[in-house]
């Protein structure tokens, strides 16, 4: 019978025209295509490999090759010995040639396919000549539907034939295919629970479940309408094609550990983005994975939540903070140094200086950067509802309290950041309380009895001076103790005038982008203006007063030749300091652009007091065209 299935293959062979001194298959994908192929076949490939790698086991060194073909006879996958392995590359029998009869003609892989059935071919019994080198032994393989997924077949040398050599490929596809059943059984007992798919279906966050291999088996409504994409287009696809991450959070999820609140980007949807996601492993009595569960929170909705509370995030950190001065390079070095410590930190600096800039900064740049970091301005809140906004409050603690209770700002930032603003307005009762809690780390809700440990570090910040308060009798002189174990000094914006310029600059970039606008071109004047004022608001004054100038398209230069005037209009008159221009008095003659390049640099060398480098990096330009410069005009550098 064989051999007549065999005779019958050779006569459709030459009626194809097939020539029996062939080298190469016909057919033959590459490229994207090839690609494609694969990924259509992840799952046989994947199910397959762990058996594959089992049989080599048995016939490593005896010069055989193991190929997985698809339902075609496309080779999708090869492993074997390496001698052999060369030998077969010579005739293109790669992944992506195509095995079927057409394109070589009567051979193992083909015929087990057309005839669904495990078949041996040596020698002669193939049709091309090439191939008369070889013994093959092929068995087709069915999904748990009896239809034909692929092919698997052992290549060795003709005079390795053995019966048991087909045995061994049969024995493996048994095993695949008893695999498939395993999964599909999984997968019906898993579809067949009602309850489990109501809960799903009810979640409001977006659900997958996926089988062992981590092929999605189950999708929710929720994650439909999230992800604006169809349940069909989801079921037996991997999951890895939607989340770059995969394999990091499979190596937790199949240790049996739970993977919580964890900021992922999903891709490849029809609705991609950064989400939060958590993974639960689902393990049967023995302990062994049986599936996850994946469910997926917008991240807009989780920023939206935070904010219902606190108001807020932490979105800055250091790199955020624009200043070249030698006061802020030290001040930022050491707030890096000092932002993982668990220590309170006490911020001192006048309004508009950046105090919350810092603050989340420290945050984001701490081991705590993934916990809430919760702001309170204590100089916003009635001193009557202070202690429930910390502290929290028990369902009925007063006339009108939230049904179920609420978790006061110690209990949001549990593990994370709490931010006083203004501490030094925080009522003199408030002050014990906070106190205490910072000694014991345990709060106690308003009309409860009930004590919840919290993990908070706090940083508080003022533009007062407590010390004084303390003298006042208005700041408790422990308390004051307590949060400034680390001082925080920030400079007012007159005190390093050298940033006023590359405030400047940066915020009419910013502020154009915002206003989209174009960015205007201040002169020289106006430069010189806003270098000889105070700025009592300091960055949060010259930032608005940047972006009424890119409103305004920058026609506050049309308004420079009367400096008075301008001053009335545009800022506090009162507030300057003559000593910090970058230049000498006020002209409007036209001078030529050489002397304005030599008073450029002659002015930033004054103001830098010499500092090459950062004379060069005012100009924008390299330490050696300095360098060049200084030599044309004749200044010493």
């Not at 490593?60 to 090759?65: D, E, M, Q, T």
């Not at 939206?304 to 802020?328: C, E, L, P, Q, R």
């Not at 809140?381 to 049904?403: C, M, N, V």
């Amino acid at each position: 019978m064989k051999h007549d299935v065999i005779k019958k293959s050779h006569a459709r062979s030459v009626m194809n025209g097939m020539e029996e001194d062939r080298l190469f298959p016909r057919k033959m994908l590459k490229g994207s295509q090839l690609e494609a192929l694969l990924e259509k076949n992840q799952y046989l490939i994947e199910t397959s490999l762990p058996f594959i790698k089992n049989l080599y086991t048995l016939v490593k060194g005896s010069g055989f090759v193991i190929t997985l073909t698809d339902g075609q006879g496309c080779i999708l996958e090869l492993t074997g010995d390496a001698e052999t392995m060369r030998d077969a590359s010579l005739f293109d029998m790669i992944p992506g040639a195509y095995m079927d009869e057409d394109s070589v003609g009567t051979n193992a892989m083909s015929l087990a396919i057309d005839e669904n059935r495990p078949i041996q071919l040596t020698a002669q019994e193939h049709f091309i000549n090439a191939y008369h080198r070889w013994t093959c032994s092929s068995s087709p393989i069915h999904n748990t539907d009896d239809e034909i997924l692929g092919a698997l077949n052992l290549m060795g040398k003709k005079d390795q034939v053995h019966s048991h050599t087909l045995g061994l490929v049969v024995a493996t596809v048994n095993s695949i295919e008893q695999q498939f059943r395993n999964q599909k059984l999984n997968q019906d007992l898993s579809e067949t629970s009602g309850f489990l798919d109501a809960v799903i279906n009810n979640l409001s966050y977006a659900t997958f479940t996926l089988n062992t291999l981590g092929y999605i088996n189950r999708v929710n409504k929720t994650a439909v309408k999230i992800f604006d994409i169809s349940r069909s287009e989801l079921y037996g696809r991997h999951i890895s094609k939607y989340l770059s991450r995969w394999e990091e959070i499979w190596n937790t999820v199949k240790a049996g550990d739970k993977l919580l609140d964890e900021e992922v980007v999903v891709h490849a949807m029809p609705k991609s983005g950064a989400f939060v996601m958590s993974a639960m492993p689902i393990l049967t009595e023995d302990n062994e994975l049986n599936g996850v569960v994946l469910t997926f929170r917008d991240m807009k909705r989780v920023y939206s939540m935070v904010n219902k509370y606190t108001g807020m995030k932490a979105h800055y950190t250091f790199s955020d903070i624009i200043g070249s001065s030698d006061n802020m390079k030290r001040l930022i070095d050491f707030a890096e140094k000092i932002s993982d410590s668990p220590s309170t930190v006490l911020i001192n600096g006048e309004s508009g200086t950046g105090k919350e800039v810092f603050a989340q900064s420290i945050h984001n740049a701490s081991s705590r950067r993934d916990a809430g970091f919760v702001a309170v301005n204590c100089g916003a809140i009635p001193e009557a509802l202070f202690e429930s906004e910390l502290f929290g409050y028990d369902d009925g603690a007063f006339t009108g309290a939230r049904k179920g209770g609420k978790p006061g700002k110690f209990e949001l930032a549990n593990g994370g950041t709490l931010f006083l603003d203004e501490v030094g307005e925080m009522p003199p009762d408030m002050q014990v309380k906070l106190l205490r809690v910072l000694q014991e780390e345990v709060v106690t809700r308003v009309g409860g009895n009930k004590t919840i440990p919290v993990d908070v570090r706090i940083i508080a910040a003022t533009n007062k001076d407590l010390k004084t308060l303390v003298d006042e009798k208005k700041f408790r002189l422990d308390l004051f103790y307590r949060l400034s174990v680390i001082p925080l000094k920030i400079p007012a914006l007159r005190e390093r005038g050298e940033d006023i310029r590359t405030l400047i600059e940066f915020f009419l970039g910013t502020k154009a982008f915002k206003l989209k606008k174009n960015i205007p071109r201040l002169d020289k004047e106006i430069y010189q203006l806003l270098m000889r004022y105070e700025w009592p608001g300091n960055v949060r004054e010259l930032e608005n007063f940047i972006e009424k100038t890119v409103n305004l398209d920058g026609a506050i230069m049309l308004d420079v030749e009367d400096e008075e005037a301008f001053r009335k209009k545009y800022l506090n008159p009162e507030a300057y300091h003559p000593g910090n221009e970058l230049a000498g008095p006020l002209s409007t003659s036209i001078r030529s652009l050489a002397e304005l390049e030599k008073d450029a640099i002659q002015n930033a060398l004054n103001q830098l007091n010499g500092n090459k480098t950062q004379v060069a990096k005012m100009l924008g330009i390299g330490r050696n065209t300095l360098y060049l410069k200084a030599k044309q005009y004749g200044i010493t550098l």
